[in-house]
């Protein structure tokens, strides 16, 4: 009962800090409109498809990742920055459960660029957003947007630990565009990089929306491919929680909490 | 009863320097600190910048891991048992920092208060009660950014209290206060002492300490080098009075003649203002006023007066150079 009112409050504290830096309200509702012109500009000319799928679907997923990314990297530094780290880490309420309020708050407040993203195009560029499956749409949005939580959880737990929060959160950003097929297909990359790609859950959040919106080929396909988030997304979430027994340890061994 | 026990504690902090040739440096921030406080006891640390305060209170606000001894609040271990621990502490750092500055007060009360797992009912009655308490009321729904130093660092106090600590740990909670706000602090501490929790307080103002704690000890390079109440601490030091005179015309040959002086221990002096100001460390302070009256009877003397020693001249004995 009580994580449950640590998990609301702190999703809630969340939203608030969040939506009160400008950087902040900067990446979420005036980047996804650059992002977006950014991708027309590079699929005007190409078929209806490519530009569902890589500048409504794509800029979607990449404002997605970037605001995830940034507040979910960001808000650890910040937290240590204003001391209150230390105090989180140290309440009664587990680490765990505050930091998933945190990412719940984060990913609620990623879905306004997805949304921005998706009205730009269709009424600005005049595209028409036809959806095969809607049904399995809101699913494969659903299960996308979840399997960024744990991904946000496993990116804190290693940055709760670092110091260096910063430079990490920067060298994220970019090779999830790249490996996830956000921006463009994971065919065109080396065959080698494709195990990095399939190890992502973006991938397959990005393939069960395409599949979602195009038609569904195989069904037995696409509910391989619910499968495979789901397992990345639990594989995420078994490494998440073995890495937050750990940290807990490891901070107050290394002095890592604090800045002073 | 014993609340606080710490036993052989030692703590070290690794820094690496350099890139290629990266070399670990170990600097020990405590070398096996041991003392007990008592409940209901505000029991003081003082001691230099570096001497090993602040680990203390982070290893007993579970922040920090001993690397050997023992910290153990009521009975349990703050590091492996911290989760009985954590629910019966809190602590406040000085400054303006450890608060959410773009939520107000109030809401950062109730954010710690979920965080403390403390009921909805009792939670609304603590939060007025602390924001009446630290006076902060009427500007309780405004945000943090907008206040004075003062006001966050009474803000700090209050969301220290949240949880309503059996002990609270207190790292110069008044540093930087203007004197009407390290006075109101003062008599919060004094007030929840009463009220019977235990306080573990570090400060850098002699008067605090002297005014607030009921025993002192004196941090040094990692080690304690006095601990006891502040009348003992004064008795064990010294049985000796100072005599603090402001005198016009004094050389340094009539500094001489007083340092010859029968039962004068120590005699140092400074220049302000064109007047000597010089103090007397002796053991038969109205002895020596008479004999100076005598030997020095041609001078002008501004001023006169017999002290006992104070924390501070303690302080400086312990930690400085030996001297007063």
């Not at chain 1, 494709?194 to 696409?222: C, E, N």
């Not at chain 2, 920090?64 to 048992?81: C, E, M, R, V, W």
């Not at chain 2, 039962?263 to 007047?275: M, P, R």
């Not at chain 2, 104070?310 to 312990?318: A, G, K």
Request: proline share 3%; net charge positive.
């Amino acid at each position: 009962m009580y994580n449950m009112y640590a998990i609301k409050s702190s999703c809630l504290l969340q939203i608030v800090q969040s939506f009160s830096r400008a950087t902040f309200k900067f990446c979420i509702l005036v980047q996804p409109i650059f992002y977006s012109l950014m991708m027309y500009m590079i699929y005007q000319g190409y078929s209806h498809e490519h530009i569902i799928s890589y500048v409504i679907i794509g800029s979607g997923l990449l404002s997605l990742w970037s605001s995830v990314c940034f507040s979910s990297a960001g808000d650890i530094q910040r937290e240590r920055d204003m001391g209150t780290l230390e105090l989180i880490m140290t309440s009664p309420v587990d680490f765990k459960v505050i930091l998933f309020g945190k990412i719940i708050g984060n990913t609620l407040l990623g879905l306004i660029p997805l949304l921005i993203s998706f009205i730009f195009i269709t009424l600005f560029f005049k595209i028409s957003f036809d959806v095969a499956h809607l049904e399995l749409l809101i699913l494969s949005l659903l299960l996308t947007v979840i399997s960024f939580i744990p991904i946000s959880l496993l990116i804190a737990c290693c940055l709760t630990l670092s110091r260096q929060v910063r430079a990490l959160m920067n060298c994220i950003e970019y090779p999830i565009y790249i490996l996830c097929g956000i921006v463009f297909p994971i065919e065109l990359l080396p065959v080698w990089t494709r195990v990095f790609s399939y190890i992502l859950a973006p991938t397959w959040g990005a393939k069960l929306i395409r599949s979602s919106v195009f038609g569904i080929d195989s069904m037995q396909m696409f509910w391989m491919n619910v499968l495979s988030i789901v397992l990345v997304s639990a594989f995420y979430t078994i490494i998440s929680l073995l890495l937050l027994k750990k940290i807990d340890k490891l901070t107050r061994i290394n002095a890592t909490l604090g800045v002073h | 009863m014993e609340v606080i026990n710490i036993e052989g504690l030692k703590r070290s902090y690794n820094t690496k320097t350099g890139v290629l040739n990266s070399k670990t440096k170990t600097t020990e921030a405590l070398k096996g600190v041991s003392f007990n406080i008592k409940k209901g006891e505000i029991f003081g640390l003082l001691g230099p910048n570096g001497a090993g305060k602040t680990t203390i209170i982070k290893i007993l606000a579970t922040l920090l891991a001993p690397t050997s001894g023992t910290a153990k609040i009521l009975g349990f271990d703050t590091y492996g048992q911290e989760k009985k621990v954590r629910p019966n502490i809190n602590f406040i750092f000085g400054g303006e920092r450890n608060l959410y500055w773009r939520l107000s007060a109030r809401d950062n009360l109730l954010y710690f208060a979920d965080l403390y797992k403390i009921d909805k009912e009792t939670r609304e009655k603590r939060i007025d009660y602390l924001l009446d308490l630290v006076g902060l009321t009427g500007r309780a729904d405004e945000k943090v950014e907008t206040y004075s130093k003062g006001m966050k660092q009474k803000l700090q106090i209050a969301r220290g209290l949240i949880n309503n600590p059996e002990i609270l740990l207190l790292d110069e909670p008044t540093i930087g206060l203007d004197p009407v706000s390290s006075r109101e602090l003062r008599n919060i501490v004094r007030t929840l002492a009463g009220k019977g929790h235990t306080i573990l307080l570090t400060t850098h103002y002699m008067y605090e300490a002297e005014e607030l704690c009921d025993r002192i000890a004196f941090i040094k390079n990692g080690e304690i080098v006095a601990l006891n109440t502040v009348s003992e601490l004064k008795k064990q030091l010294n049985q000796n009075s100072i005599i603090e005179v402001k005198v016009s015309d004094f050389s340094d040959d009539d500094i001489s003649k007083l340092k010859s002086m029968k039962g004068v221990v120590e005699v140092s002096s400074y220049l302000k203002d064109d007047i000597n100001n010089i103090k007397i460390v002796c053991e038969t302070p109205l002895e020596i006023i008479k004999l100076m009256l005598e030997k020095f009877a041609d001078k002008k003397i501004i001023n006169l007066q017999i002290r006992e020693f104070s924390l501070e001249d303690i302080y400086i004995n312990l930690i400085g150079d030996g001297h007063v």
